[in-house]
């Protein structure tokens, strides 16, 4: 089975989260996507992050209609902060006959060079990247590379900090957020302080 990884902190899930993950499903060629919760991003500060469980829930939520994503909780079990090149490894392991790749913004591909160990991610793994608006310059050698699959997917300018901002100020921004995960949200105060 092919699975595409979908990392994220996923503070919190959003609609263009699952755009992302469903365009991928439907058309990259994957069997599944795992919408993998990433309890500490060695790049981001711990302390702005809700509880791993409440963010597992929420993606949980989000992800129940739709049968190819699938929520993972496979970094929880592994050493923090997570790295990418680990969980591979792990999951490799772990899941012999499944086939993992990578999905990823052009953002992030931007700064791939910068990961723990990311030749041996290239070597063994596809990267399915979708678009994103950036000021960073392209990095037009990884870009080309063979292992490399851009994918012509919808441009969704949304983020978790721009919800949590919001929320904070008191702005209705429901239609950014799966109706499930905006209820779990407002019932449990979440960002509000």
Do not use: C
């Amino acid at each position: 089975m092919k699975i595409g990884l979908y990392f994220g902190t996923y503070n919190p899930i959003h609609v263009g989260h699952l755009i992302i993950a469903n365009h991928m499903a439907e058309y990259a060629g994957l069997d599944q996507i795992w919408m993998v919760v990433t309890p500490h991003n060695p790049l981001k500060k711990k302390t702005t992050l809700l509880d791993d469980q409440q963010r597992l829930q929420m993606v949980f939520l989000a992800t129940e209609d739709y049968p190819k994503i699938k929520p993972s909780d496979i970094e929880f079990k592994l050493p923090q902060p997570s790295y990418t090149v680990i969980t591979l490894e792990y999951l490799k392991e772990k899941y012999p006959n499944h086939e993992f790749s990578l999905i990823m913004g052009e953002d992030n591909l931007k700064t791939l060079h910068k990961w723990r160990n990311y030749e041996v991610i290239l070597e063994n793994h596809d990267i399915y990247v979708y678009p994103r608006i950036s000021d960073e310059p392209e990095n037009i050698e990884l870009k080309s590379h063979p292992k490399i699959h851009v994918i012509d997917a919808p441009i969704v300018e949304i983020s978790s900090t721009f919800i949590r901002n919001n929320i904070k100020e008191g702005k209705n921004i429901q239609p950014l957020l799966p109706p499930k995960v905006w209820e779990y949200i407002d019932h449990n105060n979440f960002y509000k302080k």
